[in-house]
């Protein structure tokens, strides 16, 4: 079995997902997703900039990394070559290897005495981004390797310096001598030396446990964390096994170390968590929070969205409403940093008409066009009332009007007309959803959006499609999902106006 940088890396942000990767049906995998690919292959073009940047002429195995074992052996012939710098190279040491070097202390004699036929056949594999030649004895001579890995992130990761730390093991063992260093390069070519002291007694116990529960096929509990598990190509599967058990974790506001609480007070099903008295449930996470569990299981359960309990129904100010309504949404390019579409639903309720306008930068350069098309826009509509879902908006023209050195008074007076109503509904009301996300929400209420895929990271993936290929259908289908998003905050915003209305006016009556 392989134990590569890659498991272990997996391993350290979801076990379950190393779990299913060794011993899971590969059939219940879903496809890699377009966004995905898209940042494996924005993470070979930063690798090439980093060494066109350091001016290395680094030299490749001629095998391929998918043959791993022909692969590590023509990376220990250009070792022992001496070359300066080797890319695309794989390092590989068997377990033996790595318990006489790595584990002595963390391997018990108990563990290998009962899964000493498992642990032989690990073979642990590495795969730095790059291998550099240093002037420091070792194996191969008057030279030594330090290990570089090159990744996307804007910050040093505790998963990355692992990683690092990882591969200085491994190539202290293939050349008998620990790395001086290993070195961690980010997105600004801003480089990192590990503290390898520090770092390879986590990374050596992070091994163990890892070979641990892979040796006693010890299935992690399925937890479905969106932000975590969104790329996962295991998603699909394990929220159906969440689903099935009807997982604590499908609940808004079960965050792990809150489920962590619940399972202490004996709380592991949704049952449990109804019968638990609140009053204990508080004593665990905080009265507002177990008020607000409690209200979000009891809405799940009869599929009908409430007040929240800590809402101010009746001395509230309603939702804003105009004549005309603007509704707001953004496409944006994290990569480039480039806003490339700024969607617009103009609703005219005196009129009873409604219009999509968008403005979209077909060239990365015209972003500023757009901005000042956009302000030219609203201009048009001053006491109109600008809705959106989330602070992206926000943020979005902050940093455009710095960028393009929009009026401060222009700034502040766009800035004065929007209405985030994410705010609104978290603040307000409680909807029988697995999550708070603008889709999620819609889809609750019978919107549905016309393109099925669509999704703010395919559209990212589609513009970059199009910045290729300019093939004028994957506009289309960027146009369609950002005037669908905007269409679904108009939605949502007439329905929260009509709910909240009603649910006042039964306080009301219920009150005299």
């Given at each position: 079995m392989l134990i590569s940088d890659h498991l272990l890396l997996n391993y350290k942000r979801c076990n379950r997902r190393t779990f299913l990767e060794v011993f899971g049906n590969q059939s219940d995998r879903d496809l890699e997703k377009d966004f995905l690919v898209k940042l494996k292959r924005e993470n070979q073009t930063h690798i090439r900039n980093v060494i066109e940047s350091q001016s290395l002429e680094p030299i490749q195995p001629q095998a391929s990394r998918r043959d791993w074992q022909l692969n590590a052996m023509q990376t220990f012939e250009l070792m022992q070559q001496g070359v300066d710098c080797i890319i695309r190279g794989t390092l590989q040491v068997d377990f033996a290897q790595w318990r006489s070097h790595a584990g002595e202390n963390i391997f018990t004699s108990e563990m290998f005495a009962k899964q000493a036929s498992f642990l032989e056949q690990i073979t642990f594999t590495a795969a730095p981004s790059l291998l550099i030649k240093q002037a420091r004895k070792s194996i191969f001579g008057d030279w030594e390797y330090i290990p570089v890995n090159i990744k996307l992130g804007r910050k040093p990761k505790p998963e990355y310096k692992l990683i690092s730390a990882f591969h200085a093991q491994i190539l202290a063992i293939v050349q008998n001598k620990l790395p001086e260093r290993s070195r961690l390069i980010l997105k600004e070519h801003n480089a990192h030396h590990i503290n390898l002291t520090h770092w390879l007694f986590k990374m050596q116990e992070t091994v163990a446990e890892c070979l641990y529960m892979l040796a006693n096929k010890n299935e992690p509990e399925v937890f479905i964390s969106r932000q975590r598990c969104s790329l996962c190509s295991w998603?699909?599967?394990?929220?159906?096994?969440?689903?099935?058990?009807?997982?604590?974790?499908?609940?808004?506001?079960?965050?792990?170390?809150?489920?962590?609480?619940?399972?202490?007070?004996?709380?592991?099903?949704?049952?449990?968590?109804?019968?638990?008295?609140?009053?204990i449930l508080a004593e665990a996470i905080g009265f507002d929070t177990a008020r607000?569990?409690?209200?979000?299981?009891?809405?799940?359960?009869?599929?009908?969205?409430?007040?929240?309990?800590?809402?101010?129904?009746?001395?509230?100010?309603?939702?804003?409403?105009?004549?005309?309504?603007?509704?707001?949404?953004?496409?944006?390019?994290?990569?480039?940093?480039?806003?490339?579409?700024l969607g617009v639903l103009l609703v005219d309720r005196y009129n009873n008409t409604e219009k999509f306008h968008a403005f979209l930068a077909e060239k990365i350069e015209d972003e500023g066009k757009i901005w000042q098309e956009f302000l030219d826009f609203i201009a048009l509509y001053p006491d109109a009332p600008i809705f959106h879902y989330s602070e992206y908006e926000a943020?979005?023209?902050?940093?455009?009007?710095?960028?393009?050195?929009?009026?401060?008074?222009?700034?502040?007076?766009?800035?004065?007309?929007?209405?985030?109503?994410?705010?609104?509904?978290?603040?307000?009301?409680?909807?029988?959803?697995e999550s708070y996300s603008l889709k999620a929400i819609a889809n609750w209420m019978g919107f549905y959006w016309r393109e099925t895929s669509g999704s703010g990271d395919q559209s990212v993936c589609w513009y970059d499609q199009w910045l290729a290929t300019q093939d004028r259908t994957l506009l289309e289908l960027i146009l369609s999902y950002n005037e669908d998003d905007c269409r679904a905050t108009r939605h949502l915003k007439d329905w929260l106006l009509d709910f909240m209305e009603y649910q006042r006016n039964q306080l009301v009556v219920n009150c005299s």
């Open positions: 998603y699909g599967f394990c929220h159906q096994v969440a689903k099935s058990s009807q997982h604590l974790s499908l609940i808004p506001g079960v965050t792990p170390k809150r489920y962590e609480y619940l399972q202490a007070l004996g709380i592991d099903t949704v049952e449990t968590l109804v019968d638990v008295p609140q009053d607000q569990l409690k209200q979000q299981v009891q809405a799940i359960q009869t599929d009908r969205p409430t007040i929240r309990s800590n809402f101010d129904l009746i001395n509230t100010q309603p939702i804003p409403s105009g004549a005309i309504e603007l509704y707001f949404d953004i496409e944006a390019e994290p990569e480039r940093q480039t806003d490339y579409l943020d979005t023209i902050k940093r455009l009007a710095k960028l393009y050195d929009t009026p401060r008074e222009q700034k502040k007076e766009v800035l004065s007309r929007l209405v985030d109503l994410h705010f609104w509904v978290t603040q307000a009301v409680i909807f029988p959803v």
